[in-house]
């Protein structure tokens, strides 16, 4: 506290991202981050445009990534000018906050769900009602329904990982026409059917995504809304109004050359995947509740052994996992997807920890 703070940052609610442990070897399965390397594509995209003298750097990147937007707009079977990039998904739903998702009306996102939502509302100033899950953690489709206003959620959400199906999603973009409707994608490569198709059947309707999970670039920054051209237009008066080079030159092309690997990205997820399924089986046999999962990462509870001290033990280990001391959540852990060894690992530990 310092009496040359604004009254805003008195007021904001920071968002605390998941330890970037200094230990050498950590096992790190705290923040979902991708347990394998981006594509090579990637790597030769970065040093081509570096050239042998960096020479390109001297020079302000594209402004608009009028490359990565078509490719990417490609990709998804939409018009260039129906997708905006951000530096990070980050920042792109920190820009639909400012721009599209403050109204007269609250908007509404679930209480248990990403908790930077809660940090854009405090910095914007956005009224929101935080609608609580269901007893199973998922989300309640109807209390989304009747025009309500705008409304947020991830889709898988996080941290449980549950996803809705299209149809349910659908209703919702549906029910609330007068508003803005965002689904937050991060996830939804995992085994969540994305949102994009509808995309061109309701103007109110924004998906953001991200190349940090699937595409295990979440060093490079760059993350995407898809929606109506208006709509897109709205986060681009934002984005002009806070900073024009939100990405990099290496970021701009790294991304591109993701997109253009389709083999890599759907082998990486494949991977992912068959590890979640294998890790969920073996930590129901040591008696954990797993909540259904399609995302990176599973949420799982114990009956008898207390979260917060499992989270501690595995730590002593150099083995990180996300604890979240929220009512109703802090008796969960959730555990990213590493590779089939860091799997092996969590799990044998904890095996050892039960015993
Ligand atoms: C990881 C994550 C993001 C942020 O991703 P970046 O593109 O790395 O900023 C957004 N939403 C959810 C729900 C996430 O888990």
Known sequence: MSRYWSDLVQRLMPYMPGEQPASAHPIKLNTNENPY????????????????AGETLRRY?????????????????????????????????????????????????PDITYSFYRSYARLYNVRYRAIPLAGDLSIRMDDYLGDVGSVLFANPNAPTG??????????????????????????????????????????????????????????????????????????????????????????????????????????????????????????????????PSTANFLFVRHASHDAAMLVARLKDQSIFVRHFKQPRIDQHLRITIGTEEECDAVVAALRELLA
């Not at 490609?74 to 109204?103: C, I, M, R, W």
């Not at 237009?233 to 790294?254: C, G, H, I, M, T």
Request: proline content about 6%; hydrophobic content about 45%.
């Open 162 to 291: 549950r996803a809705l199906p299209l149809a349910d999603i659908e209703r919702i973009v549906a029910g609330n026409m007068s508003s803005v409707v965002a689904i937050d994608e991060a996830y939804v490569d995992f085994g969540a059917q994305s949102a994009v198709p509808l995309i061109d059947h309701y103007p109110n309707l924004v998906v953001v995504q991200t190349t940090s999970k699937a595409r295990s670039l979440a060093g490079m920054r760059v993350g995407f809304a898809f929606g109506h051209v208006s709509l897109i237009e709205a986060l681009n008066r934002v984005k002009d109004s806070f900073n024009s080079y939100p990405l990099d030159r290496l970021a701009q092309v790294a991304a591109q050359a993701a997109y253009a690997d389709h083999h890599h990205y759907r082998m990486t997820c494949e991977r992912v995947i068959a590890s979640r399924e294998r890790m969920k089986r073996a930590l129901q046999s040591q008696g954990f509740d797993v909540v």
């Open 61 to 109: 990147p594209d402004p608009l990534a009028r490359r990565l937007r078509a490719t990417v707009a490609a990709y998804h079977g939409l018009k260039p000018e129906q997708v905006f990039v951000g530096n990070g998904s980050d920042e792109v739903l920190a820009h639909t906050f400012a721009s599209l998702l403050k109204h007269e009306r609250p908007l509404r996102f």
């Open 37 to 52: 390397p981006p594509s090579p594509l990637v790597l030769a995209a970065i040093a081509r445009e570096l050239g042998s």
